[in-house]
């Protein structure tokens, strides 16, 4: 199975193996985007399938919401601070991630991404918790 990245035009990128997935996944996170920063949602999944995974990232922030899709699951390992905006779609919609939610550093989400590529199984370096702050 290949797990691809995709951007918020819905572009998608394999990511074949360890290198790929991290080389790739610097690429898009430093990205500027056209509201002027950073902040974006990146999706992975099989290439032929639906997403698995959303990161919701701001390299600039030094934060990310990382959710596991298949359980509703969201990982931490950072206390929350502030919300974080991100470029949701490509007509300019913005989104903004409760600080609740974006509590993951981007180098954990890196390892993450890296991980998933590998084995095509929810990571197991990060910690995910089970209830959606706010609910």
């Avoid at 290198?19 to 992975?44: R, T």
Wanted: charged letters at 20%; proline letters at 7%.
């Amino acid at each position: 199975m290949t797990i691809v990245m995709r951007d918020y035009h819905g572009h998608q990128e394999p990511l074949a193996d360890a290198a790929a997935a991290g080389k790739c996944f610097d690429e898009q996170v430093s990205a500027i985007m056209p509201h002027g920063a950073c902040g974006q949602v990146i999706w992975f999944g099989p290439a032929d399938a639906a997403a698995r995974m959303r990161v919701d990232i701001d390299i600039e922030a030094g934060r990310a919401a990382m959710r596991w899709l298949d359980d509703g699951t969201y990982a931490v390992d950072l206390d929350p601070v502030g919300p974080i905006t991100v470029m949701e779609s490509p007509d300019g919609g913005l989104a903004t991630v409760p600080a609740e939610l974006a509590r993951v550093q981007p180098e954990t989400v890196r390892h993450a991404v890296i991980e998933y590529a590998t084995t095509g199984q929810r990571p197991s370096s990060v910690n995910w918790h089970r209830t959606t702050p706010g609910t």
